[in-house]
């Protein structure tokens, strides 16, 4: 299958079909519901009922405008202008897809964000054999390991504990969508008392709705902070300082593994979790697949081709996709 890489995502010719693409297309698959990846008013988009309802959410749209939601769920097939779709858990966060094409005899993955060890919160990934594999590479350099999620919730309650012993409040800084959840279920998880940002809390009942199980968690009020862990989003932490709280910051996140994350985030104590995989899972994933050729497409693309040409897989970074994410970008 001819794929066209550019800045507007991957256009998938022979099926008119765009994966993940940054403006409005006709006929777009969305993998998951980050900003970075469903940020558009295609047409016809396609996704888990799950990734839709947070998009929709994120990006609500005005019925004339005749958008066309079409759900997708894990294991599910759909025949799309002569090829055949189906849907496979991609972990990283609640909803997050990867997408099987297989068309004219061939079978193309795209995994957009992918975690392969399990997730906090969502299905846990299935590897899926193909022929040709669109990976991304967030994480993908070796100094990228992460803990599994009982060292990361773990990691997490243990700080809170930590600090509400000692008259201070913690801190968790995460993205309104996903980390902040998953924080919110290792602390509500360990009986701790938590207050959590409204840009958080908002998605919740969507996960519960999807079987995610909290604690009891209460709504973030400024005046009352006192007794509790904070979940919150990272641009609050000037605002908690100056309520003259005795704040103590934790990051999690998988850029907390390298030495200026800590200046970066302003945080005490770093805990080295993603809803990315990191450099081992990414490896496994890959050779799991068996596939021929590879395309690294997001992160550290070229590097990453690079060490799977060494382990003698097909692997490039195309030209025209989009390389390194930002921070804030790599949701
Ligand atoms: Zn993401």
Redo the contacts with the bound molecule.
Sequence with gaps: MELQYSREGIYVAAIDLWLDPQNSQGAAWI??A?S??ARHYSRTVIGTGISLELYRMRWPAKEEWGQELRVLEYGEEMEWRGARLRCIPAG??LG?AQLLIEYGGERLVYT??IKKKAPLCGRETEVVECDHLIVESTFGLPVYRFLTREQAREEIAGFARECLEEGATPVFLGYPL?RGQEIVGALTGAGIRTAVHGAIAKYIPVYERAGVEFGDWEPYEARDLKGKALVVVPGMRRQLEATGVDVRVAYVSGWARVANARLRAGAEKLIAYS??AGYDELLELVEGTKARRVDVVHGYTEVFAGILRERGIEAEAPAGARGRASEEE??
Excluded: L, M
Aim: proline content about 0%; aromatic content about 0%; glycine content about 14%.
């Design positions: 993998s998951h980050h970075d990846h990283h966060i997050a957009g964000d996903g809803d990315h790599a949701e």
